[in-house]
């Protein structure tokens, strides 16, 4: 069975920055896309950045320039560098990813999940 776990959330001032981090772990041949939403209360997750197993990048017009999603496929651990953060940008952080899972038969089969969530909160 696959995980993901996302780490790194916290309460910040506006301007700081902050970093987060989603680590896969399990039986896993290959995780292809990743992605991190984010959900503001009472609304639903929004693509904030995506990021393919060749490291091509795609962010949400509010966060480009500001945030930077990068992955180590060694660590099957994907990041999200978060500067000049926002008091919108306060919202509950989740990740996501597609990946080619091993069973136990040793068939590889293609999967997806998300993690728990991680909470930001940014506010003076």
């Known amino acids: 069975q696959v995980q993901l776990v996302e780490s790194g959330g916290g309460l910040v001032r506006p301007g700081w920055s902050l970093r987060l981090s989603c680590a896969a772990s399990?039986?896993?041949?290959?995780?292809?896309?990743m992605r991190w939403y984010r959900q503001p209360q009472g609304k639903e997750r929004e693509l904030v950045a995506t990021?393919?197993?060749?490291?091509?990048?795609n962010y949400a017009y509010a966060v480009k320039g500001r945030f930077t999603i990068s992955r180590d496929n060694a660590k099957n651990t994907m990041y999200l560098q978060m500067n000049s953060l926002k008091s919108e940008d306060t919202d509950v952080y989740y990740c996501t990813a597609d990946w080619l899972a091993v069973l136990p038969t040793g068939e590889c089969v293609a999967a997806k999940g998300w993690g728990q969530g991680t909470r930001v909160a940014v506010s003076s």
């Open positions: 399990g039986s896993i041949s290959r995780i292809d896309d």
């Open positions: 990021i393919t197993s060749g490291g091509s990048t």
